[in-house]
């Protein structure tokens, strides 16, 4: 980047009404005038952006250059916001895409058609990554020496590895009590991070650590921060990458804190503007039944974008009518167990952006998506398989055409929470379970027990 930042990028209030500017090397979650989230935005005639992203292929050879060997920041362009010698780095968005054909069956494309992406390759184990190495880059440029967030898991399994890798920071986390999968909370421990873990939820927690982070000047890595998004928008260029850089006609990702299909939304919407694509795919995002606000609010209320004029009442009321219910979100898909999303405006934009649905999905069919994804080689954890249960959802309405390419994000590793695994495959009822067989410990028995599979 031989452009000045501090000349192209800034931070921008995403209300209308409001249209807020921060300089890019101030640390604000929120637009300090009217609350609202805020955008990295750019003056993309000052940026030297590539004509073709096919441009960017270049870089694969050069991989000793720790920016180019990123699968985030040799699109730097695509996020300039950061001098070179700030950028924290740790390999991270190593993934790939695999076409399917033992899921596509599941879903219902047509052979050749469903393609899985695998977001649990990144350092940490699941596509927080991506997002963590731009905050952290932040991080650097504000000057911050301790980093916090609140975490079903995976951002602090991240955060955490990012601070241990590099030496650049002391990290807090907050994680909710019980819930967290084992995998993740082993990470967080492993690297080293203060690991607090509050009575409550994710929600609760999410709700403390902004409140922590405000009071002792923290810096604060969730995805409310704008930077972490800037860098999960890298996902949507290494899919397209990896088609040839032709736009699939679906993405299928999982909503929690909806950090990723806000990224999602605004990538899209730059490559458009920038003449770099023709085409933006749709966009469908899964909730888990048990924590499902998005679905209620797009598509049982009908909220919409509306240009940045959204209902605010309604959704306030949404939210108050929650609380007198004392309803809390419940799913075992932990990392989506989120019932109120911080991204849920910027996710209704990238909606509006990408034509986009949104479903729920039972745990059982989350399970099952799950279980197909992984009989079929590499696999992810439960709310991954949102992805692919919700791919054969929309296929099932008609929604997604047996034609369509479709893309489904799997978020994080199979390794992250191998308890739901274990159980599920030892369940009576799975439908996709594969049943450890118990044999005596006797040659004869093992063989004829053997026997059925030969
Ligand atoms: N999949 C996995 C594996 C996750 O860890 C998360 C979020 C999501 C999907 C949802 O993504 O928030 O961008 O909609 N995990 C967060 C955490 C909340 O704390 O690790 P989103």
Redesign the pocket.
């Known amino acids: 980047m031989k452009s000045d930042p501090s000349r192209i990028a800034y931070q921008a209030c995403i209300a209308p009404g409001c249209g807020e500017r921060h300089a890019v090397d101030e640390a604000h979650v929120a637009c300090s005038k009217c609350g609202a989230l805020l955008d990295v935005n750019y003056e993309w005639d000052r940026v030297p952006v590539p004509k073709s992203l096919r441009e960017f292929e270049a870089r694969w050879s050069n991989r000793r250059n720790p920016l180019d060997f990123s699968g985030v920041w040799r699109f730097r362009e695509l996020l300039p916001f950061a001098p070179p010698e700030a950028v924290v780095t740790i390999g991270e968005g190593q993934t790939i895409l695999q076409r399917s054909e033992s899921v596509g069956r599941y879903v219902g494309t047509r052979p050749g058609n469903l393609f899985l992406q695998y977001e649990g390759l990144n350092p940490s184990g699941?596509?927080?990554d991506n997002g963590m190495t731009a905050a952290t880059t932040h991080a650097r440029m504000v000057g911050a020496k301790t980093a916090a967030?609140?975490?079903?898991?995976?951002?602090?399994a991240s955060l955490a590895i990012f601070a241990s890798t590099t030496g650049l920071f002391r990290v807090v986390v907050f994680v909710g009590s019980g819930k967290i999968a084992y995998g993740k909370l082993s990470q967080a421990l492993d690297y080293g991070a203060l690991t607090v873990q509050i009575q409550g939820d994710?929600d609760d927690a999410l709700a403390r650590v902004r409140e922590v982070c405000s009071r002792l000047k923290i810096y604060l890595c969730n995805?409310v921060n704008p930077f972490r998004l800037e860098g999960q928008k890298s996902i949507m260029f290494r899919v397209l990458e990896s088609l040839d850089w032709q736009p699939p006609d679906w993405i299928v990702v999982?909503?929690?804190?909806?950090?990723?299909?806000s990224a999602f939304g605004k990538a899209f919407s730059e490559l458009k503007h920038l003449g770099l694509i023709d085409r933006i795919p749709r966009l469908a995002v899964i909730n888990a039944s048990g924590s499902n606000t998005l679905y209620r609010v797009h598509e049982q209320q009908g909220i919409r974008w509306n240009e940045g004029r959204l209902d605010h009442p309604a959704i306030d009321s949404f939210y108050a009518e929650m609380d007198a219910q004392g309803r809390r979100a419940a799913t075992l898909a932990t990392?989506?167990e989120?019932n109120r999303?911080v991204?849920l405006v910027k996710c209704l934009r990238a909606l509006d952006t990408c034509d986009g649905v949104v479903r729920e999905i039972s745990d059982e069919e989350i399970l099952d998506g799950k279980a197909q994804a992984g009989a079929g080689g590499f696999g992810c954890?439960p709310?991954?398989g949102a992805s692919i249960a919700g791919a054969k959802r929309l296929r099932e309405e008609g929604m997604i055409a047996p034609s369509d390419r479709v893309v489904c994000i799997l978020?994080?590793h199979e390794l992250?929470d191998p308890n739901v695994t274990v159980n599920y495959h030892s369940s009576a009822s799975a439908r996709l379970a594969n049943r450890p067989m118990a044999v005596e410990n006797d040659l004869d028995k093992i063989i004829a027990a053997l026997s059925k599979f030969a």
């Open positions: 699941s596509f927080k967030c609140a975490s079903t898991g995976n951002t602090s994710f995805s999982p909503g929690g804190n909806l950090g990723n299909s990392a989506i989120i999303p991204n954890e709310a991954s978020t994080g992250k």
